[in-house]
């Protein structure tokens, strides 16, 4: 039986490591509940902040609300709950994407999440060129067990594999960058000095472009006239990770998010910078050609990750929780563990 009460200090924590987690185009997807009787937290997915055209199945945004939730579990175990976290628990309620019930755990409970909190504030997007010097294979595979953890694989690619991967994300850069209507709306996710929106992409956290061409990075300025970084050369044999699942349906998703996180705290514990390429992802063809010969049924992100400077911050909006919706006809009751 539960027996500490979720207090107001207990909710600020939760909810701040929440929206510090990473969003496609740093939209910021999701919208809390709290039930503070029972102790369990409603994440929900916010449709106002959809991509048409880069996400119409809003396949990015669960990616998104997903990672949102591993940071909810993180600063559970942190502060000593144990997180019993239920995606999609209500069929008739599809923007209810996950429950987090906030338990006492037993006395011989494992919280191996808790050990990641401090991560959470460090964790930035880099766009910026890495030195080049290989991540060891310790630490590469202590990335891939996390994304096991969360139901996921993290694949490390020989180099050949890396430049076919590179190669459709540029493909799909390539194509992004002919068609107006994605530009328009990369474009509008960009803030300039002196917009306060808690939303979005800073100019100033964009990074450079590759000089050399070999790294595809995404252009979200679209070639407008804005302030940025000069051309920088990139390192020229990158490491990236293909981060997969067995499945593709709106759980994988979720799990997807969840283990993305996961890799990338896990990463920064050790000091290596990590950025995400969903270039390819937005395109049902190119995404498919991801999975190459093994036939992996849902690609989900590819994680470029080395050596360098920390990425800049981005924006964060304030979470505020609001009152938990009451469940709808044939809802179940409190959720369970899964």
């Known amino acids: 039986m539960q027996t500490r009460k979720v207090d107001a200090a207990t909710v600020r924590t939760l909810l701040a490591a929440a929206v510090a987690a990473p969003s496609i185009h740093n939209t910021q997807p999701w919208r809390f509940g709290l039930d503070p009787d029972t102790g369990v937290i409603q994440v929900r997915l916010d449709r106002a902040r959809r991509l048409p055209k880069a996400d119409p199945r809003l396949r990015a945004q669960h990616l998104s609300v997903g990672a949102a939730v591993l940071n909810l579990r993180v600063a559970a175990e942190h502060l000593g709950w144990d997180p019993l976290v239920r995606l999609c628990p209500v069929p008739q309620d599809p923007d209810l994407l996950a429950t987090v019930r906030l338990t006492r755990p037993a006395e011989d409970a494992r919280l191996p999440l808790r050990d990641l909190y401090e991560e959470v504030a460090r964790r930035h997007t880099s766009r910026m060129p890495f030195t080049g010097r290989p991540v060891p294979d310790p630490i590469a595979y202590e990335m891939a067990c996390s994304a096991r953890a969360e139901g996921a694989h993290l694949e490390v690619p020989d180099i050949i594999g890396t430049r076919r991967l590179l190669r459709l994300t540029q493909a799909a850069e390539d194509r992004n960058c002919a068609d ?117 049924c849902g690609p989900q992100v590819l994680i470029r990750f080395g050596y360098g400077t920390d990425g800049g911050r981005t924006p964060r909006a304030c979470a505020a929780p609001a009152p938990a919706a009451e469940p709808g006809p044939g809802a179940p009751g409190l959720p369970g563990g899964s």
Do not use: C
């Open 180 to 296: 107006p209507a994605r530009l328009d709306e990369e474009r509008s996710w960009v803030t300039v000095p002196g917009n306060d929106a808690p939303y979005g992409i800073p100019v100033t956290a964009l990074g450079a472009r590759d000089a050399s061409g070999r790294m595809p990075v995404r252009d979200f300025t679209g070639g407008r006239p804005v302030p940025r970084l000069p051309a920088l050369r990139f390192e020229r044999h990158a490491q990236v990770a293909l981060l997969w699942t067995a499945y593709d349906w709106r759980e994988d998703w979720l799990r997807a998010g969840q283990a993305l996180e996961r890799v990338l705290l896990t990463a920064t514990r050790h000091g290596v910078r990590t950025s995400v390429l969903h270039q390819a992802m937005e395109w049902p063809d190119l995404r498919a050609a991801m999975a190459g010969a093994k036939r992996r």
